[in-house]
């Protein structure tokens, strides 16, 4: 599957099988997040993969979602550290959080391309999170991203939307910000 594919066929997986993931998947996905582009190529992500089921039912207690969390044969969590990343967007918003989310919309995408199921969490208690995986002071749980076989075919319950996109005039400007 060509990245131009995994983008349009990309849809939030809503439910799981419970077989493993096989290893080789795992890494095909993770190799894509760590080629992600980074400010100065800072690269200040880091990746835990949560396969043990306790842990899971642990990560899950952290999360209103918890629940595709603990059905999920794996659970990937994305970090961001802190001092990877001195560098500023307009000089007002530290960068690491953008350069994670690059990161993991690869490995989603990647994902999607190795037929597996994604689903991006940010709803989640940072306190707890950093508890069940021993997380130190500077390094931030941006993203909990259950991951497995989808149960349903297309990995979503909703089917692939028909429309309900903006339109490309009501998204994109050139040369000034019209709008």
């Not at 595709?68 to 659970?75: M, R, S």
């Not at 530290?94 to 969490?121: C, F, I, K, M, R």
Request: charged content about 20%; overall charge negative; glycine content about 6%.
């Amino acid at each position: 599957m060509d990245v131009l594919d995994a983008i349009r066929s990309f849809r939030p997986c809503v439910g799981f099988q419970s077989r493993p993931v096989p290893a080789e998947k795992l890494k095909a996905v993770l190799a894509a997040a760590r080629l992600a582009p980074s400010q100065q190529n800072l690269q200040p992500w880091r990746f835990v993969v949560v396969q043990d089921d306790e842990r899971k039912r642990l990560l899950a207690q952290a999360s209103p979602r918890g629940k595709l969390i603990a059905e999920a044969p794996a659970a990937i969590v994305a970090f961001a550290v802190e001092e990877d990343i001195p560098v500023t967007v307009g000089g007002y918003i530290s960068a690491y959080p953008l350069d994670v989310a690059v990161a993991v919309d690869h490995l989603q995408l990647a994902a999607t391309a190795e037929g597996l199921g994604t689903n991006w969490l940010v709803e989640f208690n940072e306190q707890k999170v950093r508890a069940v995986l021993a997380v130190p002071e500077g390094i931030h749980p941006l993203a909990v991203i259950p991951i497995g076989f989808p149960a349903e075919p297309n990995g979503s319950a909703r089917p692939p939307p028909e429309d309900g996109r903006k339109s490309p005039d009501e998204v994109v400007a050139y040369d000034q910000f019209p709008w």
